[in-house]
T-cell receptor, first 111, second 116 residues
Framework: GDSVTQMEGPVTLSEEAFLTINCTYT??????LFWYVQYPGEGLQLLLK?????DKGSNKGFEATYRKETTSFHLEKGSVQVSDSAVYFC??????????FGKGTHLIIQP | SAVISQKPSRDICQRGTSLTIQCQVD?????MFWYRQQPGQSLTLIAT?????????ESGFVIDKFPISRPNLTFSTLTVSNMSPEDSSIYLC?????????????FGAGTRLSVL
């Protein structure tokens, strides 16, 4: 079945550092790919998405590119802020079949 | 987008009891999903609940343990029956966006359940 693997956390960075959170997937066909973010005490929020190969999703300074050849969807941000501290989930699927999630990566940004 | 309200936000329950979680959406949606997030784990899909039909359960989840109701297009409930400590998790309701991109899901804030 479908699966998502993302780097284990917690990931601790200093403010203004460059961020990469790796995500790779296994799926039949060409699913849509998503990054969701969960801030402390809140529900999951969609951060960005990509629906086909080579699509780049972007939002709030975060970017991720749908790489079919490497089955990856790595999340990047050029300069992180303390307010970016949260748990980030990579996911695939959507629509009638629901979503398959990775385990989540806890990101901690220190001032 | 869709605004989803879940009740209760958290609860502490005794072994052997049942808890019903409510999910209210601010617009009519066809597809609703229930997920479980066990401590330190990823989100796992429990079932899909479409109005007017029986809920469809994923492997490892059964209706007797997690009965679901979907009486209309804006509301659903999930019951966690005969609870044990292994049921301690966050339970999340999710819907597919009523308009726009059909494969985007929106989530409630979740219900944090602890079973003693």
């Amino acid at each position: 079945g479908d699966s998502v693997t993302q780097m284990e956390g917690p990931v601790t960075l200093s403010e203004e550092a460059f961020l990469t959170i790796n995500c790779t997937y296994t799926a039949t066909g060409y699913p849509s790919l998503f990054w969701y973010v969960q801030y402390p005490g809140e529900g999951l929020q969609l951060l960005l998405k990509a629906t086909k190969a080579d699509d780049k999703g972007s939002n709030k300074g975060f970017e991720a590119t749908y790489r079919k050849e490497t089955t990856s969807f790595h999340l990047e941000k050029g300069s992180v802020q303390v307010s970016d501290s949260a748990v980030y989930f990579c996911a695939l699927g959507g629509g009638a079949d629901g979503l398959t999630f990775g385990k989540g990566t806890h990101l901690i940004i220190q001032p | 987008s869709a605004v989803i309200s879940q009740k209760p936000s958290r609860d502490i329950c005794q072994r052997g009891t049942s808890l019903t979680i409510q999910c209210q959406v601010d617009s009519q949606v066809t597809m609703m999903f229930w997920y479980r997030q066990q401590p330190g784990q990823s989100l796992t899909l429990i079932a899909t609940a479409n109005q007017g039909s029986e809920a469809t359960y994923e492997s490892g989840f059964v209706i007797d343990k997690f009965p679901i109701s979907r009486p209309n297009l804006t509301f659903s409930t999930l019951t966690v029956s005969n609870m044990s400590p292994e049921d301690s998790s966050i339970y999340l309701c999710s819907v597919v966006a009523p308009r726009g991109a059909k494969n985007i899901q929106y989530f409630g804030a979740g219900t944090r359940l602890s079973v003693l």
